[in-house]
């Protein structure tokens, strides 16, 4: 079974930046394409990033594009979020998640998605 636990959310000022990392315990973590997704107060989880495999391909939410910076480090077991110039709206749950096992491309929607970390917020103030 994969566990997926998240860190580096807190509370930024707009314009700021935050580096949200997942540390991944599936033993062939490369074989997952990754992706992060947020929930807001009231609203639905929406898609933020997502990445292949290997890396080598990306794909974000017109939300986020030109700010955030999805990246993965298979040696270390770990998918990283790196966000810049953040916004109020930007304020969320931060969700990663992993799979399917084997997924040859990136996923931008939830139910492609087989396991799920607990979330971290991610607070943006004016």
């Known amino acids: 079974q994969v566990q997926l636990v998240e860190s580096g959310g807190g509370l930024v000022q707009a314009g700021g930046s935050l580096r949200l990392s997942c540390a991944v315990s599936?033993?062939?973590?490369?074989?997952?394409?990754m992706g992060w997704f947020r929930q807001a107060p009231g609203k639905e989880r929406e898609f933020v990033a997502a990445i292949t495999w290997s890396g080598y391909s990306t794909d974000y939410a017109d939300s986020v594009k030109g700010r955030f910076t999805i990246s993965r480090d298979n040696a270390e077991n770990t998918l990283y979020l790196q966000m810049n110039s953040l916004k109020p709206e930007d304020t969320a749950v931060y969700y990663c998640?992993?799979?399917?096992?084997?997924?040859?491309?990136?996923?931008?929607?939830?139910?492609?998605?087989?396991?799920w970390g607990q979330g971290t917020r991610v607070t943006v103030s004016s």
């Open positions: 599936a033993r062939t973590f490369s074989n997952y394409p």
């Open positions: 998640a992993a799979g399917p096992k084997y997924g040859t491309q990136t996923y931008s929607t939830d139910v492609s998605y087989e396991n």
